[in-house]
């Protein structure tokens, strides 16, 4: 495997000792299908392991690594360098905040999460053995049970980076997860926490959370079809 | 920490169910208005064509409501993306009394246009 030369540029940033992030650069030989998730080890282990990161799974499931990487938000574990041209600039996520280097503070984005219920409700008797579905019926939400939380559409999000009370694409997908399940009965009080101005409303289809998604939900389409159950149910 | 996201608004439903409304609306009208101004009559567009237009009561009603509709259109979709960068009340006050007042404006102008500029000749 060939290896090659590559500028890394890192928007390092330490609450405890700097005024503002900043630009670090490492120059390195990489293999060109290393993910950005293994330079930045090769980095931590190698050149400084003060570099703050966070990573899990390293199998693109546990959505512990988003980042924006030359403009764009991605995860690190399945990006291969080779993606990108000339030097490889790494940010945290926008939209949150940094607590160091590329950890950004997601409370908010988790509390938001759970304002919308992210959970099965039952009102109906439990059947003998479980809750069937038929493969249609499925087929409103197969997408949307995929999103692993990783955050980098709602950081990608402009009604967000305007205001952070806007609960975000990824809350608002999981609330149409379970508004669309069959399964579930909880319908009618998730579509009163999302009607609100603060809530799906904000949502103005940039379609920027849609090109962010490393699973490639169709999460503008879907907050449509949200907003259009919600107007119909209250008409 | 259990912060309140809301702000208790049921209103966006409506703002944006009439945001899609007034954009079909206005795709027909801007229609009719292409149509009425440029393909009916004489080929090319004159002053005294649309002046001697301007007289028909029919014409003048698909000008008025497409004048009506994209005013509508244009200034509630500028409303819905400036909420997004204003908290305080005072301020969403002022803007949109703003916005309000120039749609006003706007429209007095071009109904002025419309049903004046005709009946003068
Ligand atoms: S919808 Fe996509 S981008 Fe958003 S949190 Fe889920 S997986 Fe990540
Ligand atoms: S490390 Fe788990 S998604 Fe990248």
């Known amino acids: 495997m060939s290896k090659e030369k590559r500028v890394i540029k890192i928007l390092r940033y330490d609450p405890a000792n700097d005024k503002k992030p900043h630009w670090v650069d490492y120059t390195g030989e990489y293999d060109s299908d290393s993910t950005i998730l293994d330079v930045l080890n090769e980095i931590h282990w190698k050149i400084d392991g003060s570099l703050a990161y966070r990573r899990s799974c390293r199998s693109a499931i546990c959505g512990s690594c988003a980042m924006k990487v030359n403009g764009q938000n991605i995860l690190a574990c399945e990006t291969p360098i080779h993606k990108f041209k000339g030097k490889i600039k790494i940010e945290p996520l926008p939209g949150f905040s940094i607590i160091k280097d590329l950890v950004v503070d997601m409370d908010l984005f988790f509390e938001k999460l759970k304002k919308v219920k992210p959970y099965l409700i039952v009102d109906k008797p439990l059947p003998d053995k479980e809750f069937t579905q038929s493969p249609e019926e499925f087929e409103h939400i197969r997408e949307s049970v995929t999103c692993i939380l990783c955050g980098a559409c709602t950081s990608s ?13 990824a809350a608002l997908l999981r609330a149409y ?59 | 920490m259990d912060k309140n996201f809301k702000e208790t608004s049921k209103s966006g439903g409506i703002i944006w169910l009439f945001q899609r409304l007034s954009a079909v609306v206005l795709f027909v009208l801007l229609m009719a208005h292409y149509v009425t101004y440029h393909f009916i009559g004489h080929g090319v567009v004159k002053y005294v064509d649309i002046i001697e237009k301007m007289k028909a009561p029919w014409f003048n009603l698909i000008q008025f409501l497409f004048l009506l509709t994209a005013l509508y259109h244009g200034i509630n979709g500028i409303w819905m993306v400036a909420e997004d960068y204003m908290k305080k009340k005072g301020t969403r006050i002022f803007v949109f009394s703003v916005l309000v007042m120039l749609g006003v404006i706007l429209m007095f102008v071009g109904m002025l246009t419309i049903f004046k500029a005709g009946a003068k000749l």
């Open chain 1, 177 to 235: 997860r379970f508004i669309f399940d069959t399964r579930d009965d909880g319908a009618n009080d998730r579509m009163d926490i999302v009607n609100d101005k603060n809530g799906i409303w904000r949502c103005h289809t940039i379609f920027n959370c849609m090109e962010a998604c490393p699973k490639d939900i169709k999460i503008t389409e879907y907050l449509s079809r949200l907003k259009v159950k919600i107007v119909e149910n209250s008409i």
């Open chain 1, 157 to 169: 999000c402009p009604s967000l980076w305007g205001n952070e009370d806007y609960l975000g694409p």
